[in-house]
């Protein structure tokens, strides 16, 4: 389906005064309804109803109908004053009626007989309980985003405590996560994972318009500042058809406007190292320095008519960061200074040291090689024909127990900067019923690349910048009483660079995990993204229509040019890297048709579109239970390039899958593969309140929700054939290639690497393979299917106290055609049959290919109990999540231990956290009475908060990454394979002190790879270990925080300000908490933990809010 571009980048630009911190949001998508009663419980038809916001005055009316029910769609969150009037009665005005983001609230009003003269005036009681929709969401409100603690200032630290999701405030499980987890972020990913989904298909929203990143799936490209959020709001499970394009959590933002009043804030927030406790795996605290500024001001321009605000938001930083790694011992760099003095090697380690040293669990000369020599023996000859093998030199006279690679601890500082600014502008007008506004956010990052293992070489780290501009334009039309239409134009443009340092030395890996220089990824990367939407909002009688369409298209423009001109080495040990002979040279790229290596353009321009429909029916059967029906259709069209230049894998024909693949071909294509016409996803929800009186609402619901594939699931075709060739030169392959490992003449584009003797780069086969080598492809199935989840819920709310509500869910779902991306061609016993590798495809190596054949299944449930506002001063917040994901993968690209068996690959997810409790709390400390000025000053104005995150560890595998015969006991040239597992060997209930000092697994230390506990299977066979079986560590944590707020009369007008100290403890009892385990038995540190999240933070902040 070939689809027109109705639209072409706009030129505009928005030039707002900074003025306004309000309370209106910048978004219609809450609602307010209910029935209108008499003294006999009878409904009041055409009584007229008025609904007021309290910041803007802006008024909206209607009246009910023939069953007494009135309806207030599209409405923005916030407080209103409800009215009522109707012959024959006295006129009831409701006020303080608070309603929430995307929230359909509501409020049965109950008239007394009398004139409408009269005005009977009572405070709204609205209830807590969700009686209108099916759907389990959870908000965060203003006051939250302001008081709660923030980890790096974002407020997506604070969606983790929504029930029924788990993660942690850490933007993904850094160990520096405080200080980078921060709003400047151009693709910010989201640490969420909702109903048993992968975190890849989370959606996110700012204001309506999609801000999705469409290179990586379930990253935000914009994380507003906490000044200029109004709200928050978080959907797991059974959403409105209105949402579309992912299956998970849904994350709504809500921005502010400017109101009828002026009001401002300004604010400072800092840390430093004398503010920051050390992680076990600091020797000593990095030099590490944040100041965090801010400010917003705003408000009217008329009033009641025009709005204008806007908010900045400074960052100046040093951040610290600490990793244990594995790196060359000093033993071996001074044995290669003395005995290799020529060797590239000893040039590279020599001049690009780095900043630390090995201390501990140090592998000797003779375990690295496995030899069986002892003591000071030499280790004599090592490797083999496959591996590169070492016969004489200085290296095989190296005795067996000198130390050649260890643990140490990384730590260092480096700078982070960045500005984020927005600004707005309202205007109502037609008498109140249209409102147009234009916001634009833009967001500048600099910092330095932390790409492992460059990260340990600090001549590797050069700067990154990173850019974010959103455009966003909304139209609101009011028709009547009862019809709102809403139309959304947005514009996203996200835009970076990653250069590298020293560019003449290649990326170098190693299979036992030796960190080593060199710096592999260089690119240039410009995402736009265009957006339109229309919804509109019609209330008839007892149904509530919403209907509309979305079109949103997608440019995707990448140069990696300088990336694929550099070549990649890997190394079977870091002794055959001190010896200068890696088993593999790949990324060696070149132009097949002329055999020029580093020449082709490889800048690459993806386009992509997506289009949706919807019809909603939110049918109001009786006043206290709703029926809700959607029905969406969603196509998310194959991808183009601008320069029609993709290539793909064609079937030739074949009856099985391995002669498909056999006889498989690469071939240009116009589209990656087929769109299809679109998918039909239809929603079921309800809700029903057996009380009539708002105490207690029993939800559930059911629908299908499909997820757009991410782009990094394709566009490794930029380097296919026959357009492009990349060749791999492996001393492993079935007619060996000796890898030409050396330094580039220049450390600038071209950098002329020295090429490989004897390479073919001309000549295509019949399949369009290079003829005499193998060259890596990654494809995609061309009738590729669309992920989609089976998502459902049961549930219920009961407010147990007067605004307290406690709810239970059972949540459920299956994950169909999840997305992966893996080597199909080979298969077990490939290396022991052909005496090297082979694969089914004898054209090529690697073949990825991306297909939707994952499946996922996730049985689950949540307690939480939450009050509305403040009760006596406490605003408190818990939910209890438990539940089982079970699945192939967690991600799409994930190589299973053999295609042909994903069976085997079945286990609990890597995201998988059997029980969780969080919590968060909020406590006005009570004023002192009597008391002196001075006692007050200090005494009284203190706020209390605290979130709490308590949960079990989550899985992890055991594996074997050593090259065949050590490990690939399957023997299909894929380094992944798990071993068997001894009987008796715990899986789960290990200490802190185990995962620290001992191990997790009783190893005995003369058995190399722990085989005492984990033996080889016999060649050619799989090991009977499971995906994830065993528990890593678990997770408890606590953020506090200390309010004092002083007001002072005398500045900025008659209200003067409000002067707030704020004193914040990340971690505040200080407690280690693991981020994960070393799992390769082949690998240093086996059975240790990989590292910790941060250690206690302390930041103070001074704010003033006029």
Known sequence: MKVARIFTVPSL?????LLGTSTLPAQFNSGLEGTVFDPSGAAVPNASVALKHVSTGVEHTTVTSSAGIYRFTALPSGRFTLTVKASGFETAVLSDVSIQITEIRTLNVNLKVGASTQTVNVTAEVTPINSSTGAVSGQINEVKVHELPLVGRNMFSLVVLTPGVTGLPSGGGQAYAQATADIFNAEYGVNLNANGQRAESNSFSVDGATTNGNPRGGVTNLTPNADSIQEVQIQTNNFSAQYGRNAAAIVNVETKSGTNVYHGTLSWFHTDTHLNARTVYQPDRPVFLRNEFAGSAGGPIRKEKDFVFGSVDILRSGVGVAFPAQIPSANLISFLKTNLPSNISTNVLGSFPTTFQADRLFTTAGADVGSSCTGTQPIGSFGSATSGLVTSGPLTTMPCDTPVRGIGDFSNTVFRNGIQWSSRIDHYFNDLKDRLYGSFFRTTRQTVLFASPSVYFPKFSPAEPEYTHLLNLNWTHSAGANFVNQMTASYTRTFGDAPCGNCEVPAMGTDDGTALPGNGFIGLFRQNNYEWKDIATLAHGRHGFKFGANYARHHDDESFNDTTRRPTFQFASVLHFAADTPYNESNIQFDPRTGQVGVVNVDFAYRGTDLGAFLQDDFKIKSNLTLNLGLRWEAFTGPTERFARLNNGVFQGGATWQDRITNMKMDHVPQLWHTRVGYLAPRLGFAWDPTRKGKMSIRGGTGIFYDRPENQLYTGDRNNLPLVANANCSLLSAQPCTPAFGLGASGTSPYNFPPVPGLQVTGLDAKNGLVGTRTSQVVTDQHLQTQYGENWSLGVQYEVFHDWLAEGDYLGSNGHHLYSLYNVNRFAGDLIANGGYTGYNSSFGFLGYGQANYNSAYNGGTFSIHNRGFTKGVNFQAAYTFGKVTDQAQTFYVEPVDPLNLKAERGRADFNVARRLSFSTLWQVPHFGSISPIANIFLNGWQLSNITILQTGTPFTVFCGASFPTCDYNADGTTNDRPNVASGVPIGGFSKNQFLNTGVFSCTPTTPMCGNLFPAPALGQLG???????????????????????????????????????????????????????????????????GAFPARDIQFGLRIEF
Do not use: M
């Not at 630009?13 to 005064?17: E, H, I, Q």
């Not at 009892?1069 to 385990?1077: D, M, P």
């Open 13 to 17: 630009s928005v030039l707002l005064l």
């Open 1024 to 1090: 009977n270990v499971g995906r994830n079986t065993f528990d890593g560590p678990g997770y408890i944590n606590t953020d506090f925080s200390a309010t004092k707020r002083t007001h002072i009369p005398w500045i900025v007008g008659q209200e003067g300000a409000q002067l707030e100290f704020r004193a914040e403890f990340f971690n505040v009892f200080n407690r280690v908490n693991l981020t994960g385990v070393n799992n390769d038995i082949a690998g240093g540190g086996f059975g240790f933990a990989n």
